[in-house]
C-alpha cells in the first residue's frame, strides 16, 4: 500500500514507527493528486509548494506532517480564500480560521483551499464561481455541497481528512454522496472564528475523514472554547478519546414516524432495515418519535432564516474593503452595483433578494420573526423527542447523487431535499453521516442525531455501525 491510501489512525502509526516520513507521505499525497485532479477538480487554489516548507517544523506535535484540505470559506493567512465567489477577487486573510489554527499547531500541512457551493449556498459543489467538482467515485456525478471539495478530497484519497461547513447540511450530505464520515458537531462545540459567514446562527465548522476514529481525533484538536467566538462553548470538555469498550446496549435510537410515508430511493431505503438491524444485534432498541412540525415547516423556516442572515452577512461586500472592486466608477452607487452584478452568482443574488425582502420593516413579523418563531417550536419538538429516545436514526438524502448538470429545474425542489439535515442545524444538535456500504459503485450514507453536546456518544455509536459496515475505500478518482 502507498501511504496516502491508510487512514488518519494508522497513518500517525506509521509515522511513528518510521514506515514512512512525512515527506514520502506528503510525496504520495501530492502525486495522487497529480493524477486524478483533472477528473475531479477539489482544489481552488493548491498551496502544497508551501506545505512542504512545514513539514519538518513540529516533529513531536501530534499530526505531524499530516496533510490536509481546507474549505475555501476558512480563512488562511495569507493565502486567498475565496468561499468559491468572483467577489472576494484575490483577498488573502491576515488571520487564521481558529479551527485551522489549531490543527497547523498541531502539525497539520496544507494542501490546499477547496471547492465549494459559493458562500456555501447550494447543495452540489456546482454553485461555484471555478465551475464544479466531480465526485470520486463516479465523475458524472455531483459529489454534493456546498462542502464538496472537502468530502471528494477525502473520499479520493487526497488527504485523510479535511474540514468543512455546515450550514443545513453541507458536511452531511456531500460525505454521504462521497462515501466518507462528516460530523456536523453541537452549534458552539467548534469555534466560527474565521469561517466566512453564511447563516451566523446555523453554521458549524466540522470535520471529514475515512473513518471514525479520525473524525474522534480530529474533534479532540478542534473543539475547545475560543474567546474569538461568542457562541462558543465555555463549560463543556468533551471526552473524544477513541474507546474499544463502548455499548449500544440499552439504549434507544428513534425513526421519525412522520417521514416514514415519504419516499427514498431504494438503495438508501435498504440501508436504514440494515442498520436497524445492527443496531438492534448491538442491543439497541428502536423506537419512534414523532416530529411534526419538523416535517411539516423546517424547510421554509430553514430557508427563511438563512436567507435573512446571508442578506446582512453578503452586505460588507461592497468593492469598498477588501476583495474585487472597480476603480473607474462614477459614484459610490454605480460602484456597488458593478461589484455586486459581476461578483455575486446568481444563487447567492436570488439568496440576498429574497432576504431582503423577508426581513423588510413591512414583512418582517409576518416572515424573519414568524420563522424564528417556529425555529423555538422545532427546537422544543426535538427536547421532547430526545426525552424519548437517546438518537435519531434517519437518511441524509432521499436519493443518492444526481449527475453533474442534471440538477432539478425547480430549485425549490432542490431546497426540499435538505429537509433531513437541516433541522439539526435549527436546533443547533449533532448530526453523524456514516457510511453504510455501496450500491454498485455509489456509497450510501445515513445520519445519526443526538441532542445537544451529545458529540463523542454519537461518534462512539458510530464507531460501533462501523465495525458492522467497514470503513469506505478509497474512490477511483475517474482513474481507469
Ligand atoms: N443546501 C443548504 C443551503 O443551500 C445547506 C448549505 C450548507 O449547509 N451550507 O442553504
Redesign the pocket.
Known sequence: MQPFEYNLHEILEKLAAKEFSPAELFESCKNRIDSCEKNIHAFITRTDETAKAQLDKNPSSPLAGVPTVLKDNLCTKGIRTTAASKILGNWKPPYDASAWKDLREAGAILMGKVNM?EF????TCGNSAFGPTANPNDISRVPG??SGGSAAAVSAGYVPFALG??????IRQPASYCGVYGLKPTYGMVSRYGLIS?GSSLDQIGPFARTVRDLQLVMSLIAKYDPMDSSCFREKHPDFTHREDVSLKGKKVALVKEFQSFTLDAPIAEAMNKVKKILEDEGAIITEVSLPVIARYAVACY?AL?MSEAHTNLERYDGVRLGYTVKDATGIKEMFERVRSYGFGSEVKSRIIAGTCLTEPVRCEEYYVAATKVRTLIAQEFTRAFGETDFILQPVTPSLPPKIGEVDEDELKG?ET?LY??PV?LAGLPGLSFFTGYSDTLPVGLQLIGPRWSDPELLNAGVIIERHTGSPKIANGGLK
Open positions: 457551493d456555501a449556498m447550494g447543495n455541497g456546498s461547513s455546515d450550514t443545513g447540511g453541507s453564511y430557508y438563512a431546497y435538505d439535515t437541516l442545524n
